[in-house]
């Protein structure tokens, strides 16, 4: 059982342009969500998170947004580079409900390869 | 000021063979987590640590697998009696006391078992 889902596992788009990467989750304890992002032979980035109380956080080019009702969030990289180029991993925590370990679930990740 | 480090980055083994990774931690984090990443899967969850005592241990984490932080600092992962289904990259990743969800992860070591 997936608990978060990412359908697409690659994305190609030009430089300058937006890259949308969706991710998707089914259990309703998770209230926090994070965006890793994995270059070859190196271990997870963490890029940019997001609370359950939220619905949009912004850091530069990267914004995440979260639809609770839907169970789905996105992350938007504008405009793209060809140094974003890399696996993208979201990822969902219980939190406090969990106790104090704040462990992740992962999801399979999406490559995206931002073209010059 | 240093992130978290993985020794080795590769071991190569044979089945039935016993191995161990150590993971040294950001310095003032008290939470370290071990994870596992097979090919085509994100990471998953294996076992936490909060400073010394180990607090929960996926089911992935069978009885060959153990796990130590002495004194909460470095952490050792044991796997002994290796197997193939074994092989993949292990993670370790640290974060501070409180209230906080952001792990730092190391570049991993990757293990593959003939």
């Known amino acids: 059982d997936q608990q978060v889902k990412q359908n697409s596992p690659s994305l190609s788009v030009q430089e300058g342009r937006i890259s949308i990467l969706n991710c998707d989750y089914t259990n309703s304890m998770f209230d926090y969500f994070l965006w890793y992002k994995k270059y070859p032979a190196e271990g997870p980035t963490f890029l940019i998170s997001?609370?359950?109380?939220?619905d949009k956080n912004e850091d530069g080019r990267f914004t995440v947004f979260l639809n609770k009702s839907a169970k789905h969030l996105s992350l938007h990289i504008v405009p793209s580079q060809p140094g974003d180029s890399a696996v993208y991993f979201c990822a969902a925590s219980e939190g406090d409900s969990g106790g104090s370990n704040y462990k992740l679930t992962f999801g399979k990740g999406t490559l995206l390869t931002v073209n010059p | 000021d240093t992130g978290v480090s993985q020794d080795p980055r590769h071991k190569i083994t044979k089945r039935g063979q016993n191995v161990t990774f150590r993971c040294d931690p950001i310095s003032e984090h008290n939470r370290l987590y071990w994870y596992r990443q097979t090919l085509g899967q994100g990471p998953e969850f294996l076992t936490y640590?909060?400073?010394?005592?180990?607090?929960?241990k996926s089911r992935l984490l069978s009885d060959r697998f153990s796990a130590e932080r002495p004194k909460g600092s470095f952490s050792t992962l044991e796997i002994q009696r290796t197997e193939q289904g074994d092989s993949a990259m292990y993670l370790c990743?640290?974060?501070?006391?409180?209230?906080?969800?952001?792990?730092?992860f190391g570049p991993g070591t990757r293990l593959t078992v003939t």
């Open positions: 990743a640290s974060s501070p006391e409180g209230f906080s969800y952001e792990q730092y």
């Open positions: 997001i609370s359950s109380i939220k």
């Open positions: 640590f909060q400073n010394e005592a180990q607090l929960e």
